[in-house]
């Protein structure tokens, strides 16, 4: 099973900066990675597939990317309806498996 | 639009069983597979597997081998998954999803999530 470590597990920020969450992967694999946002009590929300393109309607201020087993989710400037928990999923191999999470709060 | 439906809560017992439903409207039900998330309080999301909507074939994940199965009806466009001898470690939300757009299995449609608590 490929594990998928998050970093940091929390990061304090304020709206307008510029912010970037880490996923790593215990394996190699190419672009089969997604990034998720989830606000309380809701369903979490595609933003990113294929570790570099935005799902449909997400804003451009969202980017992926990939650097061999290190993945970047980039919030280009934050605004207050960003403050949410962010996952990312591999989907490369059977189990798919998600990392625990980043969770945004503001400073 | 697309969009799951689930069941609502469930209070469930240790060693009892849970069926949670998703409904599916506003595509053709047969042409996507369905996904099986939860998400335990504390812990990260877990895929469960997934279900073959036209010929019904499953793919569990071993963590939930032999206590799980996904089964559909095509002619209600509902897909169940059920949860064999539960314990407290259950407790969770449940989510159904899909990849609609092909984004080769990430998912951007879910359900609103079913509660299911473990509890004596």
């Known amino acids: 099973e490929i594990v998928m470590t998050q970093s940091p597990a929390t990061l304090s920020v304020s709206p307008g900066d510029r912010v970037t969450l880490s996923c790593r992967a215990s394996?190699?694999?190419?672009?089969?990675l997604a990034w998720y946002q989830q606000k309380p009590g809701q369903a979490p929300r595609l933003l990113i597939y294929g570790a570099s393109t935005r799902a449909t309607g997400i804003p451009a201020r969202f980017s992926g990317s990939e650097s061999g087993t290190e993945f970047t989710l980039t919030i280009s400037s934050l605004q207050s309806e960003d403050f949410a928990v962010y996952f990312c999923?591999?989907?490369?191999?059977?189990?798919?498996?998600f990392g625990q999470g980043t969770k945004l709060e503001i400073k | 639009q697309v969009q799951f439906v689930q069941s609502g809560a469930e209070v469930k017992e240790p060693g009892a069983s849970v069926r949670v439903s998703c409904k599916a409207s506003?595509?053709?039900?047969?042409?996507?597979?369905i996904h099986w998330v939860r998400q335990a309080p504390g812990q990260r999301l877990a895929w469960m597997g997934r279900?073959?909507?036209?010929?019904?074939?499953?793919k569990y994940s071993e963590k939930f081998q032999g206590r799980v199965t996904f089964t559909r009806d095509t002619s209600a466009t509902t897909a169940y998954m059920e949860l064999s001898s539960l314990t407290s470690e259950d407790t969770a939300v449940y989510y159904c999803?899909?990849?609609?757009?092909?984004?080769?299995?990430?998912?951007?449609?879910w359900g609103q999530g079913t509660l299911v608590t473990v509890s004596s």
């Open positions: 279900i073959n909507t036209a010929q019904g074939n499953t």
């Open positions: 506003g595509y053709t039900f047969t042409n996507f597979a």
């Open positions: 999923q591999q989907y490369h191999n059977w189990p798919y498996t």
């Open positions: 394996q190699s694999f190419s672009s089969n």
């Open positions: 999803a899909m990849d609609l757009q092909n984004y080769s299995d990430a998912f951007d449609i």
